[in-house]
DNA sequence: TCAACAATCTAATTCAAATTAGTAAGGCGA
DNA sequence: TCGCCTTACTAATTTGAATTAGATTGTTGA
C-alpha cells in the first residue's frame, strides 16, 4: 500500500543524472541546455519505468498559478427549485474552464451559517485559493467587491453591469439593443400598441429590457397601453381584459415564469394567442418541451455568457486584456407560433 | 493596484515575530509551543489587516489541508440535456460541503481535449489539490482509480459499488430492497402476475433492482410474465399489449424516462392506469409537474447520498472511519395514484 | 550560586519542481 | 601552454507553509 510516487530526483539517480537534467529533459528544454540527446533518452525511459506523473502542487507553488477558477455566487448554486437562473451559465463556464484547461472552485464554505456569503468571513478571503472568480448573482454586497478589487484580486462578472463596470470585466447580454428589435418586428407585422408585463423586481437586465421598450415604442410611435409590474402568481386574468379592452394587440413579457401565467390566464378567458393577442416572451426557454405554447421569445446567451467569462478571466489574469474591459453578447429572435399580426377589426 | 498577496512572512514582519511564530499561531498550536496570548493577538491583528489568506498549492505541497473537496466525474457534470443524473447528487454535495465549511473543487481541466477524461491525462493528477474527492459516474477506469489508492489518495464512490469497494468507501442506495418493498405492497394489493421494463444498460444500480424484483417475485410467489430491456424511444405499444394479454396487472418501470413512453404507448392503447394497468415507477422522478402522471413511484435519495458521501469523505480524512467503510441509503415508497387493486374480472 | 527547568520564541529543514548561477572537461587558437 | 570558448551538465535557490530541533531568557530550588 501507498507505494510512493516518484519524484524527479528517483528519476535522477536511476538515470544518473541531476535532478535538474531530469527537469529540464521532462519539459523539452535539453536544446537550450544543451543536453546530450543521449541523456535525454535515458532520462525519458527512466521516467517510463518509474511512471512518474508529476506533482501539481509543486508546480504551481514554484508558477504562482494554480489554474483554478473560482466561481462566487451570493446564493447557492445549485438551487432545489427547478429552472436555476444560473444552470445555463454554468455549463458555460463548465465548458469554458475545459478548454483552458482549468478546474473549478466552487465558493461554499462561505455560505457557512448565516444565510448570506460573505467573501471576507471571519476575516480571510477564501476567494484568494483560486487564481481568479467568476462572480454571479443580483445581490449587492457592493462593499466587499469593492475591497476585493482594492486587493488586487481579479474577477470578472457575469450579467449584472451596475457597480461591475467601475470594479472590474464584465460579461452580459445586450437586452436593450434585443428588446428594441423585437418591437420593430412587432411594428413591422402591423401592430401599434403595445402592453409590457415585468417582474416586480429592479436587477439590471431587467431595467434594461425595459429601456429598450421604451426606446422602440418612442422610436416607433408606438402606443404603451400598459406597463405593469407581476411576481410569480400574481398576473391577473382582469389585467388582460382590460389591457386588450384598452386596445393592445400585443403582449411583451420579460419572464418565462410569468409568461405560462400569462397563458393560464387567456385560457380562462377564452382569448387565442396569437388571433385575438400575440404574446413574446422576453428570456430564454430553458424546457421548450415542458413549455405549454410555442412560444416567440428571445434567446438570452447564458451559456456563451459563462464560457466568455473564464475566456476574459484568463486574459486579464494573463495581461492580455486590461481589467477595465467588458463584452456585451447578442440575444437572437426565435420565431414562435405566439406572434401574428393584430386581428384585422381592431 | 494587484498588491501581491500577503504571505506569513508579511505578517511575522509587521508583528516583528518569526514566520515560524505566525504559521503556529494561525494554526492554533500557540498552547502547545507556549506563545505568548499578546503575541499571538498581534500575528491575528496583522494578519487580519494583511488580508492574509493560505496559500493552497504551499500547504498542498506540504500534505497539509486546504477544506477543499474534489468532485470528480468522468463526464461533464452539467450536461446539456434536461435530466441530469448528476444534478440531485450535486445538490447534496453543495449542501454538504457548506455544512462542513469546504469548499469545492470541480475537476473539469481533465476533460480537456479527448473526450474522454483520465485523471493521469497528460501525466498530471490535478486530484491531489483537493484533500480528497467524491468520484461520480457510472463509466469504468478503474486501472487508474487502483492507482490513485495505491498512491494514498483518499476518495468516496458515490452511486455505484463494484470495484468500489475493494477501492475505497462508497455511498449508495438500497435498491434491491426496496424494490422488493415494492413488490410485496403490490402483492399485498393483490397482483399476482407482474411485468418488468428495465434499461438496456447494466449499471449496477439497475441490476440491484433486477435483483430485487426476482427475489421478490420467487419470494412471493408472483408470475413473471416479461422481463425486458429498452432504450430511449424503444417502448412499443404491442408490447405492452402483449404483456397485458399474458395476464400482468402491474408493470414496474426501472427508468423515468421510459415511464412517460410507457404513459404515452398506453394512451394509444386506450388502457386505463391503473384500472386495467398498474404502473410503478423504481426511480425518483425530478420535474413531478411535468410528469404526466401522478405516478406511484420509488425515492431514490440522491441529494441525501451526495451530503453523505461528503460527510464520509471528512470521516476518512480525519480517520474517524476506516476507509473499507460504505453506507446504503433507503429509498423511499411514494404513493401515488398509478398503483391500484388489479381488476376483478381476471 | 549554579544547575534545572519553564516560558517563548527562532533557525533550519521539508515538500517537488523550476530556474539561476555556476562548474568541469575538452578543444582550439595564438 | 595559457586563456577562452563550447559542451554538458550540477549546486544552490526559490516558492509558502508546516515542522523539527534548537536557542535564549529568566526563575527557582538546593
Redesign the interface.
Known sequence: ???A?PRQLDIAKLAGVSQTTVSLALNGKTADYGINPETEQKIMDAARELG??????????RGGR???IGVHAFE???P?G?ESYY?EI??GI??G???A?????????I??HTGQANI?HE????L??ADGAIILGFEQHDDELVRLAD??YRFVFVGRRERAATLGPYVSAEYAAAVRDVMSRVHALGHREVAYLGLRDRAEPRLERREGFRAGAAELGMAVVAETWAGAGEVEASWIRQVMDGGATVLLVESTGVLEEVAERVDELGVDIPGDLSVVGLDSI??PS?ASHDWTHLLVPRREMGARAVELLLDVLDGRQEPTHHERLNCTFRPGGTLGAPAPGV
Do not use: K, W
Not at 512518474?52 to 507553488?61: K, Q, S
Not at 476575516?123 to 477564501?126: D, L
Open positions: 500500500m501507498a507505494a510516487r512518474y506523473v508529476p506533482n501539481v502542487t509543486a508546480r504551481a507553488l494554480n489554474r483554478l447557492p448554486l445549485f432545489t427547478r444552470e454554468l455549463v463548465e465548458q474552464a475545459v478548454r484547461g482549468h478546474d473549478l472552485v466552487l465558493f461554499t464554505s455560505h457557512q471576507f476575516g480571510r478571503n477564501r484568494r485559493i486587493e488586487g430553458t424546457d415542458a
